[in-house]
């Protein structure tokens, strides 16, 4: 416990959303010009350059009927489009399959003796068939993969090139149908400008979304450099794949190695000649290691890179020039002491912080557009991130090389999403060993996954056609040989968010929506107290998804939205199932009311975002003894509407979720934690003080202080000495808060700062209570009776004085628990309401859920373990409590938050009290209703005669004397007498 002292923390400043906007935009051009150094290339020219002309204009088609005869489309024939490479499209009206064509020509002159001529694509959509000049040259199969094919055989002055690009059905499936395909297709891709289906791009959309070039490469050329660094031995080693494209031998030639510093002053290694003894046809790799005993290291606030150039002599001319860019560091996994699964940058243990991405940082590189690149990362880096999950799929190249100069550490994820098609095993696994090629030489890559969300096949009746688990594990050992085979030194992390548990190899990885996809995983209350879903035994874990949704801003709406979209004003009751695939209208209300205007929806699924991602993350950041990576879902939104999870809009505005997000990310801090946010004056509330700390230094004699207060002055003050290891969380102590008196309700706040062993106050957090005064409700202690043994079990916990009801009692009212005993009084108890009783109805404590009162039926309905309840606030019984006081029940039985829902009830004429909705499915949203969902009473009255039926579904056991707005509610029910 803490110790009480007279040291009062610091108030902690209160900033409005707009101050913090103008503070973003200040932080940001300061993170521009830290990092505007390390953007720089010093590297000197290599004075060598392979000829190359980009192809940039195409014209494009889908396929016709009349194609059969393919000359067709080599001739031009049809009906054209002009297009702009980069061009990626939707779906056809089939949301699949797809096949369509891309034609240019270009002017190209024979090459040189010597010399060889190739087209290269940096990525194509899904399959390319390339055609030049009518012959086929080369195909693949793949969306992310740079491919290339020899072209100089059937080279002309003018040329055709024709692109034949297939689209697919993913392996998924298509919006949840039985209709799936062989294309290797998570959720993800850059998307395209169409708000139905375009701006959310989980359905498929295919075409040349990358750069293409012919370029002039002599006969034996560098293929690609991986510099595999090892900086705790002071060295790394070159693998140099060179590519001889003759059909013979070619010997004598020579690499020679030059490493330069690239974008910082610092030294590097002079020419260093390796002769080779012959290179055969095709690809061969070269293995060097090298010595660099004086490098500098690669280091997220120091992102220093290097470059090394090869450079290929025959004799001594030189043919080929080629430089790729390094960092010298080390990223692994520990997979030896128990638990496994810690993680090490450069040798220090570290925690990754991050968020989601899904095509921002794609379309920043199609439009060309580098300076809101290096923003986007920038702005991850402003929120207190280390780590972007490039959520499930490989992205350009240019993002790579972004993040490595601007020490953004990400992980990239195979294209897979769910099942892998057992037909398509083989291409899964040369796939995998192409993303590790793509992205093996980027510092900033420090983890690959395999697949995101694996699902039971035979559970969806997709047994016929997809990997089961073992076969699914089959696949895993397989992917991580491919990848050894790339690159020994990768961490790989098999699933993400694993449905199917647990792998056999390595880190396991959990998504956790539980407050969004309410109760998903775990319920909010356990992982609040501390709890985490079953995870692998011997293991840490990641999380790798959370979040919830919060609308788009209103000036973002009416600048972008589809007109149909929006109220014709503002004024106007609105729903947001107008706007195609948002969830807010489907989900929020398990967890907040139903607005009425878009004003009203937009602030409130905002703040409700806000607290959800405080709440989620402090409860991650907690179990840093368990959890080792974690990643917000999203980030930032790539178009209006299409992700709104995300913590930014498209037009790069924070919501308010983002600075609560930065805010819990802080590297140091203090944090409070407790399951009581109402109270009793009197009552003492205990509240647990934790320090967090993300960084690889222990923070020892620090001390906490926390002052419990209101706006208007302070009422008790506590200090505790307190430390905490590097990289992980602690928990320093519990204070006891003796709440404060009220005549009615108060507000009040733990505050807590922290401060170093200089004194220094490193960070602050707050903690809000709600307290209320005590009601005595000793004058309506009497005239009650109870059916059952739950309703009995009621007054007994609640202290009210209640006899086992008779006909020869006299009660104003009734508790009614059992509905096999009720039948047996039904006849009299309508009397006594008729004549001016209540019966109170608690759900069926046998489970039958099927009441018959007064003729009528009354079911109990399902309505989930929520933890909010919507109220009307006009009703009299209700009167002094707030939107807010029917959410976050504590229960003293199992000493946490837990669900205060039981069931709701459905019958004729009830006025719902506290409510929840009909919940629509989720998927395109319904027509929009304009009296809003249909309420299910959870706590509903009805009147009968002159008397009353009231029918309460909340659970109650553990809750009662603990939450005050329950214990109120209830008194008011019960006794008639209005709470003040």
């Not at 470059?307 to 860019?325: A, N």
């Not at 990310?665 to 109402?678: C, F």
């Not at 109270?679 to 967090?692: D, F, K, Q, R, S």
């Amino acid at each position: 416990m803490f110790a009480q002292g007279t040291e009062a923390a610091e108030r902690l400043p209160k900033l409005t959303y707009e101050k913090q906007l103008e503070q973003f935009q200040l932080e940001l051009d300061t993170l521009r010009a830290y990092y505007r150094p390390y953007l720089r290339r010093l590297t000197p020219a290599a004075g060598f350059a392979r000829p190359r002309q980009e192809l940039r204009a195409f014209d494009f088609r889908y396929e016709e009927e009349q194609d059969t005869a393919f000359s067709r489309v080599l001739a031009g024939l049809g009906k054209w489009e002009q297009v702009t490479v980069p061009d990626f499209r939707g779906p056809t009206k089939e949301k699949g399959r797809w096949t369509g064509y891309y034609r240019t020509t270009f002017i190209s002159s024979r090459p040189a003796s010597g010399k060889r001529v190739f087209v290269v694509f940096k990525g194509v959509d899904y399959k390319a068939i390339v055609y030049v000049n009518g012959k086929c040259v080369g195909s693949h199969e793949g969306l992310f993969a740079p491919f290339e094919c020899d072209i100089t055989s059937v080279l002309q002055e003018e040329n055709v090139l024709v692109v034949e690009v297939h689209n697919d059905y993913p392996m998924m499936g298509v919006n949840g149908s039985r209709l799936d395909g062989d294309k290797m297709y998570a959720a993800t891709g850059p998307g395209w400008d169409e708000p139905i289906d375009g701006w959310h791009h989980c359905p498929p959309g295919g075409g040349i979304y990358n750069r293409v070039f012919v370029e002039e490469r002599a006969e034996l050329f560098v293929q690609d450099i991986f510099v595999r660094t090892n900086p705790e031995e002071a060295m790394f080693e070159a693998w140099v794949d060179v590519t001889n494209a003759t059909s013979g031998l070619i010997e004598h030639a020579e690499l020679r190695f030059q490493v330069y510093a690239d974008n910082f002053d610092g030294e590097g290694l002079s020419e260093i000649r390796f002769p080779v003894a012959y290179a055969g046809p095709g690809l061969n790799n070269y293995r060097y290691k090298i010595a660099f005993p004086q490098f500098q290291s690669w280091e997220l606030e120091m992102p220093r890179l290097y470059t090394l150039r090869v450079t290929v002599f025959r004799g001594e001319e030189r043919v080929d020039v080629h430089d790729r860019c390094f960092g010298m560091r080390s990223f692994r996994m520990d997979e030896l002491e128990e638990p496994k699964g810690t993680l090490y940058f450069n040798n220090r243990p570290i925690m990754l912080r991050g968020a989601n991405e899904m095509g921002h940082l794609q379309l920043c590189v199609m439009h060309d557009d580098y300076d809101q690149l290096v923003d986007d990362i920038l702005i991850a880096k402003l929120a207190n991130l280390n780590f972007y999950r490039v959520t499930q799929r490989p992205v350009q190249e240019e993002i790579y090389d972004c993040m490595d100069r601007l020490g953004m550490l990400n992980q990239c994820d195979l294209p897979a999403f769910g099942y892998i098609r057992r037909s398509q095993f083989c291409e899964a696994v040369r796939q995998t060993a192409e993303m590790e090629r793509l992205v093996r030489s980027h510092p900033s890559v420090i983890m690959v996954s395999l697949i995101n969300e694996p699902s039971r096949p035979a559970k969806r009746g997709k047994g016929h056609r997809h990997l089961f688990r073992d076969e699914m594990e089959a696949f895993f050992t397989a992917a991580r040989q491919a990848i050894y085979i790339e690159n020994p030194d990768r961490v790989v992390k098999n699933a993400e968010g694993d449905y199917d548990p647990p792998t056999a190899e390595g880190l396991s990885d959990f998504h956790c929506y539980t407050m969004w996809y309410t109760n998903h995983m775990i319920p909010f209350g356990e992982l609040y107290k501390g709890g985490l879903p079953p995870i692998k035994a011997g293991w840490k874990t990641g999380c790798g998804e959370y979040g919830s949704e919060g609308l788009d801003r209103l000036d973002l709406m009416q600048a972008r939205y589809p007109r149909e979209w929006l109220p014709e004003k503002l004024s106007d009751r609105w729903m947001p199932n107008a706007i195609v695939d948002a969830q807010s209208y489907a989900l929020h209300g398990d967890w907040y009311p139903e607005p009425s205007g878009v004003e009203d929806w937009i602030r409130d699924s905002q703040q409700y975002q806000a607290f959800v991602t405080k709440l989620m993350t402090d409860a991650i950041r907690r179990r840093a003894d368990r959890i080792v990576q974690s990643a917000v879902h999203l980030l930032i939104d790539a178009w209006p509407s299409g992700w709104m999870k995300s913590l930014v809009g498209v037009d790069r505005v924070p919501k308010p979720a983002y600075f609560t997000y930065a805010q819990s990310m802080e590297s140091v801090r203090v944090h409070l934690r407790g399951d009581r946010w109402r109270a009793y004056a009197g009552e003492v509330v205990e509240l647990e003080a934790w320090l967090l700390n993300d960084t690889p230094a222990a923070y020892n004699d620090c001390r906490i202080i926390v002052t419990l207060r209101d706006d208007r002055s302070d009422i008790a003050s506590f200090a505790i000495d307190a430390r905490v290891e590097a990289v992980s969380s602690c928990y320093s102590g519990t204070l006891a808060l003796v709440m404060p008196e009220t005549d009615g309700r108060r507000t009040v706040y733990a505050e807590a700062c922290l401060l170093n062993a200089s004194g220094q106050v490193l960070n602050g957090e707050q903690f809000e209570i709600e307290v209320f005064a005590r009601r005595d409700a000793a004058d309506a202690q009497s005239h009650i009776a109870y059916i059952g043994e739950k309703a009995k079990q009621l007054c007994s916990e609640c202290q009210w004085i209640a006899a086992s009801y008779s006909s020869k009692i006299d009660c104003e009212t009734i508790l009614i628990s059992s509905s096999e005993s009720f039948r047996a009084h039904e006849t009299e108890i309508r009397k006594r309401v008729d004549a001016g009783a209540t019966a109170v109805f608690l759900s069926d404590e046998n489970g039958h859920g099927q009441w018959k009162i007064g003729g009528e039926d009354v079911k109990e309905e399902k309505t989930g373990a929520l933890f909010t309840l919507a109220c009307d606030e006009s009703l009299s019984s209700l009167i002094g409590t707030a939107p807010s006081d029917f959410s976050y029940f504590f229960n003293r039985a199992t000493d946490r938050i837990d669900p205060l829902t039981g069931c709701g009830w459905r019958l004729e004429g009830v006025t719902p009290l506290l409510y929840t909705y009909e919940k629509p499915s989720l998927g395109k949203s319904p027509a929009p209703i304009p009296a809003g969902k249909p309420k299910i009473a959870v706590v509903g009255t009805r009147k009968l005669g002159s008397g009353s039926l009231v029918f309460i579904g909340l659970e109650l056991e553990g809750r009662t004397g603990c939450n005050p707005p329950l214990d109120r509610l209830l008194a008011s029910l019960v006794f008639g007498k209005q709470t003040e």
